[in-house]
Every structure is written in structure tokens, then in C-alpha cells.
């Protein structure tokens, strides 16, 4: 061995050193960022938001849970309080009741939301509701529904809490959209367009809050297990109840919590947490449209023939075998 070759050997622990360092710092920062940060969540009762509750407190964020069923809400608070963390971390977290597809009902929260934190330093707009079908065989009010939930709620909340941020000079929005906000799936046009369009809405955002130091993260996770197919609606609006394979297959809550946890103390702008398969369908449509439309309309055309025409009638049981 030449003396070249020895002196890869310093250079590279140097490098691994370096980076240990930036990592350790980065750690350091992000948690006196999370630490007693106000942080509100959205659809903590249930799935990702419940765990990122858990992730946040045992961060040292003081919490805003958000949801529509007071019980739960208050079962995920003495949840909290057992989990017995230092005494300088414990601190009672506030609930707030709300529907996020009323605008009325979102605008009035958010002044609730302000009264007891007295600021918001981090939202994360987590809730949402899935949804099965055929666009053929679904009704403009289930589409509408999907989108004030998804959309329109997070958007609501989000304007209403971004005056108090811009003020404070300190903020961040956070929002849990979906591969689907990527590429759209047959069987799920309702929900991949809300979740395009958040997409869309939070990228500006981001822009838009650039001067004032407002940091916009949005979070594209693929299938995690949660109860989010049980709780999907299908085209007539009635639910659909069913625990796909795909989402029992999925990512834990707890992963994903970590995940965002670790990506908003990072400030990251975007991520995606998805596998391989997921993760190249995106760049395929991107770098090569006509061949990922071709894939997704064979996938259509071999499940409906397959299965017949599917009909709200038939639907939850067709679609627990196709989708
Ligand atoms: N699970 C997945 O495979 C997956 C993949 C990608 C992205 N995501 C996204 O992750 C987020 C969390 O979903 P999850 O998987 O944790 O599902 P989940 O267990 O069904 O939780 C959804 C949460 O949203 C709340 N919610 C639904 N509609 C609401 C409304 N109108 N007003 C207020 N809250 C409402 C639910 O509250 P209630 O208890 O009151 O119904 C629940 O707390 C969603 O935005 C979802 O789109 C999930």
C-alpha cells in the first residue's frame, strides 16, 4: 500500500467524525426547538395523530389535541400523564372539540385554540378520512366531503392560526398529506385529490411564508396501520369497514410518529415515507407519465373486469378483494 492509499484511512474518520458531530448537533437543536414548542394536533384520537401525540410530549411539547370525540380525547390525556416523564416535561395537555369539514366550527377553534396556549408554535394538520370507489358510481357530496375534511378543514385552520404565528415571528405548519397527494390510484379519486390539492396548497404556503420565517412541512407517508380504510367512506357516503390488506400491511404509527417528530425538529420542507414500489411510482410519473398512466389503467382494467362493474351495492365486498 502506497502512502495515498494510507491516508484515505485518517480522511475518512475524520469524515465520520464530522458527520457524527453535525448529527449530534442536529439532534441538540432539534430538541430545544420541540421542547415546550406549543404544538396543536389534529385527529388525535385515533392512528398517527394519537402517536404523534405521544412522540411530542415525550419531546417536551406542551399539546393542543384536537379530534370530535371528547372520551377519547380524554383517554389519550391520562395516556400522557401515566407515561411519567420528568416533572419539568409534565404538563396538562388542552383538548379542543371540533369538526374540521365546518369552517364556522374550525374558525372557532382556532380562537379557543389560542385562549388556552396562548400561541401556536407547530400544527400539525393530521386528520383525514379515506375513501373507496368508483367515480362513476360516486356522488358529488362524498367528493365534496373528502375535500372539506382533507382539504379545506387543514387550509381553515391553518389561515386562521397563521396571523398569531406571523406575529410571534415563530411558526410552523405541518400538514400529514399522502403519496396520493403524488400520483393518484384508480379507486380513490376523491381522496388523491384532496390530497393533490393539499399538496399543492401547502408547496405555496411555504413560499409565501418564506419572509416571515414560517416553516411548512409536508409529510407524503404511504400505507400505515391505522384504521383509516375502516373509517373510509364509499360513493353513496355510507362507510366503508373494512381493514384493507395494504393497510395492515403498513408502516406502525409509532414509526411514522417518529418520523415526523424527527423530520419537524429538522424543519424539513417534504419527505416521503414510503417504500421502493411507492417511492418509484412517484419519479415514474414525473419522469415517465405515459408509462405510469399505462400502468394504472391496466390496473383498472384487469380489476373491474375481474370483478365485474363495481356499484355502491357491491362495492365493500369487490373492493376488499380488487383494491
Ligand atoms: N393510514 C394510512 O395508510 C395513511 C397513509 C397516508 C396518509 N395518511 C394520512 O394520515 C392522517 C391520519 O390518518 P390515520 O391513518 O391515523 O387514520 P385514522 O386512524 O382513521 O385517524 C383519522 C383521524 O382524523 C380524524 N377526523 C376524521 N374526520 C374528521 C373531521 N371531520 N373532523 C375532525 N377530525 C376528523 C379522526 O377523528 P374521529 O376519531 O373523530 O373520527 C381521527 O382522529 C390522515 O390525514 C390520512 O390521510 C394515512
Redesign the pocket.
Known sequence: MDLTSWAIFPLLLASIGVYGLYKLLQKLRSGAYLQAAVVVI????????KECAKVFYAAGSHLVLC???EE?LKDLVQELNNMRLKSTQLHKPHMVIF???DVEAVNTAAKEILHLAGRVDILIN?????YRGTILDTKVSVDRMVMD??YF?PVALTKALLPSMIKNRRGHVVV?S??QGKISIPFRSAYSASKHATQAFFDCLRAEMSPYDIDVTVVN????K???SL?AVTGDGSGYGVMDKN?AD?RT?EEVAQTVLRAVGERRKELLVAGLVPTLAVYLRTLAPTLFFSIMSARAKKRTKAKGFITNSNLKAKITVCI
Open positions: 389534529t385527529g388525535a384520537t385515533s392512528g398517527l395523530g379530534g370530535r370525540d377519547r369538526d374540521l369539514s393530521n386528520a383525514g378520512i379515506s375534511t382533507n378543514g400529514i399522502s403519496v407517508p404511504g400505507y400505515i391505522t384504521n383509516l373509517n393497510t403498513g404509527p
